[in-house]
């Protein structure tokens, strides 16, 4: 099993990136994807999730600035960031969840900043 994200980089604040987590080897519309962040010298945070279901759930600090939204087909979990903060800085993972068992990305980069 593999997940790998993208889309991370330097970003001014107010502005905007999408991050994307491939998975491989696993069947990815059974798993509960989730996002995570952790910034220097703090804990990692859960940022937001999809279930199987379409279900779709987020944090109070992103919410109503970030999206998850998956794609089955492409075995891809994407998350859009809007009104990006300085705060929002940090590496983001994606995790994949089932009966149990999961697996985690080795994380991008997000850095807001002018």
């Known amino acids: 099993v593999q997940l790998v994200e993208s889309g991370g980089g330097l970003v001014q604040p107010g502005g905007s990136l999408r991050l994307s987590c491939v998975a491989s080897?696993?069947?990815?519309?059974?798993?509960?994807m989730s996002w995570y962040r952790q910034a220097p010298g703090k804990e990692r945070e859960w940022v937001a999730s999809s279930n199987t279901a379409g279900w779709m759930n987020y944090a109070d600090s992103v919410k109503g600035r970030f999206t998850v939204s998956r794609d089955n087909a492409k075995n891809t979990v994407y998350l859009e960031m809007n009104s990006l903060k300085s705060e929002d800085t940090a590496v983001y993972s994606c995790?994949?969840?089932?009966?149990?068992?999961?697996?985690w990305g080795q994380g991008t980069q997000v850095t807001v900043s002018s």
């Open positions: 995790r994949a969840l089932r009966l149990g068992r999961e697996y």
């Open positions: 080897g696993l069947t990815f519309s059974s798993y509960h």
